[in-house]
């Protein structure tokens, strides 16, 4: 009996050590997370659920929301971007796709010649009509 139990002195200290890389790989992974929820500034934990599509609202900023406000929101009513225009359509009630603002955007609305043709062009047209159809109605 004496000679079994000498020759097997190895397996508790790898029990032990194996025991301790556990510990510390549990250790470093809590440590990790926090550190992430600490540099991000969120105190919420590290896995979130994602909001259905649905209910995502669009972005408070961005140069969609400028261009709009600086430029369409003397006329048109478009409460994400807080104008409050009655000259043009209220955009909240229209909730136009990104085609449609961008035909307005090229047309000058309608084709009435309230609105200017062109007001915005290129990338500049494109981030206003992402913008208004994302924002709109909601």
Known sequence: ??????????????AGGLA????????????YNRGEDKASGSSAPAVTKEQPQTERQPAAVGPGKDL???????????????TD????????QLKPDVA????????????????????????KAKQVADFVAAAAGR
């Not at 009996?1 to 790898?14: C, D, F, I, K, N």
């Not at 301790?20 to 440590?31: P, S």
């Not at 225009?85 to 909240?92: A, K, M, W, Y």
Request: aromatic fraction near 6%; hydrophobic fraction near 45%; charged fraction near 5%.
């Open 68 to 82: 709009f406000a600086q430029g369409c929101g003397s006329c048109h009513t478009l409460s994400a971007a807080g």
């Open 85 to 92: 225009g009655s000259v043009g359509p209220n955009l909240d």
């Open 20 to 31: 301790v890389l556990a510990l510390l790989v549990a250790a470093y992974t809590i440590g």
């Open 100 to 123: 449609s603002v961008l035909a307005a955007i090229k047309n000058g609305g309608t084709g009435s010649g309230a609105m200017p043709a062109n007001i915005v062009t290129g990338q």
């Open 1 to 14: 009996m004496e000679r079994r139990s000498q020759s097997w002195p190895w397996v508790a200290g790898l």
